[in-house]
């Protein structure tokens, strides 16, 4: 049934007997003329009719750069490590024996429905929740250190704006927070104002914004202090077109700026023009 051979298996996969999961890691050697067909065959056949978090590794492809995975270098630079990682809420697992490594300047996407475990990791990889077990070593620091979070930009699910407060002022306050002072904070708000198309909305409230344009905003203030890893949580729920649109054209040009990036999804469209790994 696999269109291009080699498919991988299910990363999270929720087959054990009271739901645990487990978590395997092999590879799909497949050409960039493959992506649609597997694309559809592991939203058709896998992630909605299983309920799993899948990662399948993409290699071989033209115009892709080599990632960390299986069969890559010992030596290979790695920015963001997962080691048997996982997760509980009380008895109910969550994830199990995550394993991933990516390295910088690439972008992983987490692919799965609701409920998959996309948000838990997520949580997980920027030191909110703490794992149940394993460990996240993240530039070989753990996640709640505060030299890693300097070096990690956060965009959740549920947006973290100040409604009373302007574009330009929301991201000032983030800066702020990463200790951007002076010309630089300034260069660096009317920057992430251009990124998210807002500068003529700059002065603007919040409150006053589209959902779309708030999640552009919510994306600007993940970015502001140049990280070099950004998290997206499903950063295009409940945006329309447009900002959709503008949305992956700024992802497109922050990797070009070499920020590596992991991005949970469940539209594997997004995932087939944002990520090099899925």
């Not at 077990?133 to 930009?153: C, E, L």
């Amino acid at each position: 049934g696999d269109p291009c051979g080699g498919l991988s298996r299910p990363y999270g996969e929720r087959d054990q007997p009271g739901g645990q999961a487990t978590a395997h890691q092999d590879q799909i050697d497949v050409g960039t003329r493959c992506h649609e067909k597997v694309s559809k065959f592991l939203l058709d056949n896998l992630c909605l009719s299983t309920g799993r978090l899948y990662i399948v590794e993409v290699s071989g492809s033209p115009g892709l750069s080599p990632t960390v995975g299986p069969g890559a270098r010992a030596d290979a630079p790695v920015l963001l490590r997962c080691e048997g990682v996982g997760y509980r809420y009380g008895g109910q697992v969550a994830l199990a024996e995550v394993e991933l490594a990516l390295a910088p300047g690439h972008s992983l996407g987490l692919l799965g429905p609701n409920g998959a475990g996309k948000s838990t990791l997520m949580r997980c990889l920027a030191g909110v929740a703490r794992p149940s077990q394993g460990r996240i070593p993240t530039g070989g620091r753990d996640p709640t250190d505060p030299a890693t979070r300097a070096r990690v930009g956060v965009a959740p699910q549920d947006l973290a704006l100040y409604d009373g407060l302007t574009a330009a002022e929301n991201l000032a306050f983030v800066g702020r927070l990463y200790d951007l002072r002076g010309p630089r904070l300034r260069d660096r708000v009317e920057a992430m104002l251009e990124l998210a198309g807002l500068r003529a909305r700059a002065r603007d409230r919040v409150g006053t914004f589209s959902g779309g344009m708030k999640r552009r905003l919510g994306l600007a203030c993940a970015a502001i202090h140049q990280p070099e890893l950004l998290l997206l949580d499903e950063p295009t729920v409940g945006v329309d077109p447009q900002s959709r649109e503008h949305l992956l054209t700024a992802l497109g040009a922050l990797r070009t700026g070499g920020v590596a990036i992991v991005y949970s999804t469940h539209l594997m469209d997004e995932v087939a023009r944002v990520c090099d790994r899925v």
